[in-house]
């Protein structure tokens, strides 16, 4: 089976180096590492070519033309993939040398590699590589998970070519990012499995598209959001604002799935009564305790 990596750069000189010397110390090699850069203006061009004279593998880059963005980025640079399986990779991350030889192995060990996504644990780390924390094991992945929550970090993801092909069924600009938009087609069209040893070190810095903080900080980063919002006169939830444009990119979800999406829709204009008989009977779950009890008052409010 060949493994493809699908590495998506913009002005990382500073610490692309580290992740392209970790994936070429892979126990499992790839086959083939592509690389599509967003219009860098710093070195990073110049290290990947350095690079492809000595890599264990082969080394294909693609310069866009113009800036296109995370997300959509990404997908350019899985449809030039020839592999069976393709990992996501950021600039920025340092993989553990056994994380491809153990994402082939749980996929290959669901009977359906095409249509399964691998993700793993995190190792949450600073500029200097040094620990911070690890990411928490989820208790619920799922599609009631993924309506609300992305576990699937994109720097721990690999997948088969049923999840690829069902990812660019849809346009870059209904997703919030990539990987959640994996997430969720996972859940609802394949099988996800979850590996609980962290096999990436997330580097934390100021210019990470996603990143963690602590829970104190981030209970309160998700209030001023929320707030925020509402003044602004935003309507609804981010998440559920996507998980509605899944539904609709999708035609052949499953009735039971697309009726857990119009059913949260449809109680945001709903009573208070059935606002509250769904906020303690939900059918969405976010995993960390205090953000699903946020996420029922914000069902019971209609704030969702």
């Known amino acids: 089976m060949r493994i493809s990596i699908a590495l ?16 070429n ?23 990947l070519k350095a690079f492809s004279v ?5 080394v294909r880059i693609y310069q866009n033309e113009k800036n296109l963005g995370v997300v959509a980025n990404f997908l350019k640079a899985m449809t030039l993939c020839t592999g069976e399986l393709i990992a996501l990779a950021d600039q920025d991350d340092i993989w553990s040398p056994d994380k491809l030889a153990g994402a082939e ?22 500029t200097g590589g040094m620990p911070i924390a690890l990411s928490a094991i ?31 069924q849809a346009e870059p600009a209904v997703m919030l990012m990539h990987d959640w938009w994996a997430y969720l087609v996972a859940t609802a069209f394949g099988r996800v499995v979850y590996d609980k040893t962290p096999q990436v070190k997330y ?16 209970i ?7 707030f925020a919002r509402l003044r602004s006169g935003k309507n609804g939830a981010d998440s ?39 906020a303690f009977n939900p059918r969405i779950y976010r995993n960390n305790p205090i953000e699903n009890f946020g996420l029922r008052i914000m069902i019971l409010m209609g704030w969702h």
């Open 220 to 226: 309160r980063h998700r209030i001023r959001s929320l």
């Open 8 to 23: 998506c750069v913009y002005n990382g000189a500073n610490f692309l180096q580290m992740q392209l010397d970790s994936i």
């Open 105 to 126: 192995k749980m996929l290959v060990e669901t009977g359906d590699c095409a249509n399964a996504l691998y993700c793993s644990r995190l190792e949450y780390v600073d």
């Open 138 to 168: 989820p208790g619920h992945v799922d599609f009631g998970n993924a309506v609300v929550e992305n576990i699937a970090t994109g720097c721990s993801v690999v997948f088969g070519l049923g999840i690829r092909h069902r990812l660019l």
């Open 54 to 58: 000595q890599a264990k593998f082969s």
């Open 240 to 278: 559920l604002n996507q998980a509605a444009r899944f539904i609709d990119a999708y035609p052949d979800l499953s009735a039971e799935k697309r009726h857990m999406v119009l059913e949260l829709l449809a109680l945001r204009q709903a009573g208070v009564i059935k606002r509250l008989h769904y």
């Open 203 to 218: 580097r934390q810095h100021a210019e990470n598209v996603a990143g963690w903080l602590p829970t104190p900080k981030k």
């Open 25 to 47: 110390r892979q126990s499992r090699l790839p086959d083939e590492l592509v690389v599509c850069d967003d219009c860098s203006s710093d070195d990073t061009i110049e290290i």
